[in-house]
């Protein structure tokens, strides 16, 4: 089984792919010094068609830094994926200057034209693929550096460990405009001496069967419908204190 076999696509899927992919970009250099990898998202693209939704993360915490953002030209980073779906004609980038998407597809459009502040919250692409059912697909990665969504859910049910941080600064939009902006980000609370520890939740997420591993040779793929997902989440919050999202570093 290839890997975007083993992701289990269907035709109108919504799919949120991240994951690292340095082991299986390797293996296809091996096999062909001249490959290319706008092939695995030819691939997708071919299997979820065109009523499917393809999102690949293009995170930037430039913006945090007093850099400013270019919604064009920040580089994203969080892996080759998000990247090069920037330079494809194809995709179109989400607003937000801390927590992006590149976005292909059915939904592109709707996704693009949120203008959502806060980087989790109301409006946010996560909500968004919260309420579409979207698929989440990590390929070599645990959920603590790969499960961005959980914070979505946080930031819903407004948790105690993290707060709202005011982030300002110079933004330049798709149509070459530059302006100063203010957006928001729901950060953790260092006083409190917390760290995101998701080992519990993954556990859960088996369970009650919300996410699938499967391997397609060296590589393992976690597969999570986030809908069902935010629903253990949500209900860990309220009835565990968010035990399975977090414990004090000390």
């Known amino acids: 089984?290839?890997?975007?076999?083993?992701?289990?696509?269907?035709?109108?899927?919504?799919?949120?792919?991240?994951?690292?992919?340095?082991?299986?970009?390797?293996?296809?250099?091996?096999?062909?010094?001249?490959?290319?990898?706008?092939?695995?998202?030819?691939?997708?693209?071919?299997?979820?068609?065109?009523?499917?939704?393809?999102?690949?993360?293009?995170?930037?915490?430039?913006?945090?830094?007093?850099?400013?953002?270019?919604?064009?030209?920040t580089k994203s980073r969080t892996g080759a994926l998000g990247n090069l779906a920037l330079k494809r004609d194809d995709f179109k980038r989400t607003r937000h200057p801390i927590y992006s998407f590149a976005v292909w597809g059915k939904y592109q459009n709707d996704l693009v034209n949120l203008d959502n502040k806060s980087s989790f919250g109301v409006a946010s692409p996560f909500e968004f693929m919260h309420k579409m059912n979207a698929k989440m697909i990590i390929v070599n990665l645990d959920l603590d550096n790969s499960f961005t969504f959980v914070h979505y859910a946080e930031e819903i049910n407004k948790i105690c460990y993290r707060?709202?941080?005011?982030?300002?600064?110079?933004?330049?939009?798709?149509?070459?405009?530059?302006?100063?902006?203010?957006?928001?980000?729901?950060?953790?609370?260092?006083?409190?001496?917390?760290?995101?520890?998701?080992?519990?939740?993954?556990d859960l997420f088996i369970k009650f069967k919300v996410m699938s591993i499967k391997n397609s040779g060296k590589d393992e793929i976690k597969i999570i419908k986030l809908k069902?997902?935010?629903?253990?989440?949500?209900?860990?919050?309220?009835?565990?204190?968010?035990?399975?999202?977090?414990?004090?570093s000390i």
């Open 1 to 73: 089984m290839n890997l975007v076999d083993s992701f289990d696509l269907a035709t109108g899927d919504f799919v949120v792919l991240t994951g690292n992919f340095n082991r299986y970009i390797l293996e296809q250099i091996r096999k062909n010094k001249n490959y290319d990898l706008n092939t695995l998202i030819n691939d997708i693209i071919q299997k979820i068609g065109t009523n499917g939704t393809l999102m690949f993360q293009t995170f930037s915490w430039d913006f945090c830094h007093n850099l400013g953002y270019d919604i064009k030209n």
């Open 163 to 202: 707060y709202e941080k005011k982030f300002t600064g110079f933004y330049i939009d798709e149509f070459g405009q530059k302006s100063m902006r203010t957006y928001y980000m729901f950060v953790r609370n260092l006083e409190q001496n917390i760290i995101t520890n998701l080992a519990p939740l993954h």
């Open 228 to 248: 069902n997902a935010y629903e253990i989440i949500e209900d860990d919050i309220l009835s565990n204190k968010a035990r399975s999202l977090h414990k004090t």
